[in-house]
């Protein structure tokens, strides 16, 4: 949240000095596994590189998914409300969301799909890709832009940018139903993880100011608590917080808010009083 001071100089001038808990990176990425708890994934170490990152870094404590089932959870993090709770929803998206704000400032984004049929798809399921885990494909400003829908490219193109040094403002990663522990087990999430994370971690672009989020769309259906269950949400980066427990009470609105602040976007009204994720970063 920004603050505002007044900082005397010398006595005689009064300087309005003002400034944000959450810095701004170059380079935002944000990756979404699925439907397990916190204690599956953290506390009994289903994920144990995930598990790793968590106790080196900054692990939300208290973060809880928004619904079960999916969908509303992936439009909660990138339009900052829920829009459908409908797994099969086929409406188009018209309401301010991520890209629309990205556009709006001269900002790059992509969205990097494991088994994306092909770049620029918008199309229905072809398993084990599912289209209600890639919310962009549903807005009206990348379905309508040609330009803007070349940025859904398969997950194979994020190897590539980060060795060119040509990753976007924000990225969002999106594992296929067998990587991101909804279909395959939290031991292939895992190593799916760290195959693709650990190399963004050594980048030296992404050293220099980078934050990677990785989180969780909801807990199991039998976790009902806040909508959509106590869920794992991992902040990651040179300017985050080391060995840091944040127990401050989040969900998914938090992470869209928080996500406007790192990329220097105006906050929607919808989520201007909704906290940030603003302690874990130093």
């Known amino acids: 949240m920004k603050k505002t001071v007044c900082i005397a100089i010398f006595g005689l001038i009064c300087v309005a000095a003002t400034w944000s808990g959450t810095p701004q990176s170059k380079h935002v990425v944000l990756v979404v596994e699925e439907n397990h708890s916190f204690d599956a994934v953290i506390t009994k170490g289903g994920m144990p590189y995930l598990k790793s990152l968590a106790e080196r870094y900054t692990v939300l404590t208290n973060y809880y998914g928004n619904h079960h089932p999916s969908i ?98 924000f990225s969002m990663v999106i594992p296929n139903l067998n990587h991101d522990a909804h279909d395959g087990s939290l031991k292939e999430a895992d190593a799916w993880l760290e195959e693709h994370i650990a190399p963004l971690l050594k980048n030296a672009e992404f050293q220099k100011n980078g934050i990677l989020i990785i989180t969780f769309d909801e807990s199991f259906k039998s976790d009902p608590d806040h909508g959509g269950g106590h869920i794992t949400t991992v902040v990651i980066g040179p300017l985050v917080k080391e060995h840091f427990n944040d127990t401050t009470f989040y969900q998914h609105e938090s992470l869209f808010a928080t996500l406007e602040e790192l990329l220097g976007l105006p906050r929607l009204k919808l989520v201007e009083s909704v906290p940030i994720f603003q302690n874990a970063f130093k």
């Open 72 to 169: 509303g959870n992936y439009f909660t993090m990138t339009t900052g409300q829920t829009i459908s709770t409908n797994d099969s929803y086929k409406g188009v998206v018209h309401d301010e969301n991520v890209v629309s704000q990205l556009i709006a400032a001269n900002k790059t984004w992509k969205l990097y799909g494991d088994s994306l049929p092909e770049q620029g798809y918008v199309g229905d399921n072809q398993r084990p890709y599912v289209k209600k885990h890639f919310p962009a494909a549903y807005f009206a400003n990348v379905r309508e832009d040609e330009k803007q829908r070349m940025n859904l490219v398969p997950v194979e193109q994020f190897a590539a940018d980060l060795q060119n040094n040509n990753l976007p403002d």
